[in-house]
């Protein structure tokens, strides 16, 4: 069923119709509101809003990374009464004309899915990588210090910028460390292993992101990396951290770091939510259940997250 729609860039004056489409999302894991305005006023980060009439009905974000190459959806929102009346494919696709003007370098997109569930029938997405989440609540009153001690002999510290771009995102590193030649983060954000994509983190997220590494004489080379990224929810905060490692051993010692980190930087009660490998399924729940003594979301323990890529043509501009 098509819809009349008029179609425009969001303003910071239409934060207040936002939060309509906001309520009610995810039992208040939202991230749209606090994320917003930082959002609006970013150079290649678009929220293009969907009306009915006067009436707010859609949006959908987007962000262009990877030296201009690839477009990220990064979120979706449709009044409950409006869904199922293919608003956000019209949407998307009022979306992508305009990408293709403001940005004719772009050729491909890719979205992340909970679960196996095929980004749309008209578009030609294809899988290109598969996460596992696992999540728990953490109660700061309840924790005790032994809790988070470090539970084997590998040691986990904090990297600069210039040591992530330097070493890791170096094609020696990064062909080891990210196989698929992606970071997959938090907040629907998927980036490639390249400076302007840390920059482009570091815009969006200040000093709510945080980088760590394993410690190694001068001469090695580093065989894992984590991302810790701290986010305002409607309801809650959440700390997300991305691990990408191929040894047990390290992988553990990720998490457990990333869960420290996040108890000494929120005050208050939290989410801990781990993306990884599915080799580390059972070693990561173990590691939080038993190690750590936290309660898993039971929802989301065997959840995956898919990484959807579509190839599009490439528009070059006319002089």
């Avoid at 953490?138 to 001690?149: P, Y």
């Amino acid at each position: 069923m098509t819809q009349d729609l008029t179609f425009r860039l969001a303003k910071s004056s239409d934060f207040d119709k936002i939060l309509k489409l906001s309520e009610g999302i995810y039992n208040g894991g939202d991230y749209l509101p606090a994320r917003f305005h930082t959002w609006i006023k970013m150079k290649d980060v678009y929220v293009m809003l969907a009306f009915s009439g006067e009436k707010l009905v859609s949006l959908v974000v987007c962000s262009v990374v990877d030296e201009g190459m690839t477009v990220v959806y990064r979120a979706a929102r449709t009044l409950p009464e409006f869904r199922d009346r293919g608003i956000l494919t019209q949407l998307g696709e009022a979306m992508h004309a305009f990408l293709q003007k403001k940005h004719p370098s772009v050729h491909r997109r890719r979205c992340i899915r909970v679960k196996d569930r095929d980004p749309g029938a008209n578009y030609k997405w294809k899988t290109l990588a598969r996460r596992e989440v696992l999540s728990c609540c953490v109660k700061k009153a309840t924790l005790r210090s032994q809790q988070i001690a470090t539970i084997n002999s590998a040691e986990i510290k904090s990297c600069s910028e210039g040591y992530l771009c330097d070493i890791l995102f170096s094609p020696r590193v990064a062909q080891k460390l990210f196989p698929d030649n992606v970071i997959h983060l938090d907040l629907g954000l998927v980036i490639e292993p390249v400076r302007s994509n840390l920059d482009y983190l570091i815009q969006e997220n200040g000093d709510s992101v945080y980088f760590a590494v394993e410690k190694l004489p001068d001469d090695a080379l580093p065989r894992s990396v984590s991302f810790g990224m701290l986010s305002q929810r409607v309801k809650f905060v959440r700390w997300a951290a991305s691990i990408y490692s191929s040894d047990p051993v390290l992988y553990q010692a990720h998490l457990v770091h990333q869960f420290k980190r996040a108890c000494e930087v929120i005050e208050g009660n939290f989410t801990f939510q781990s993306y990884h490998d599915l080799a580390f399924a059972n070693c990561g729940k173990i590691v939080l259940k038993e190690l750590l003594e936290t309660k898993l979301d039971e929802e989301i323990i065997q959840n995956f997250e898919y990484l959807f890529e579509e190839k599009l043509p490439v528009h070059h501009s006319r002089v």
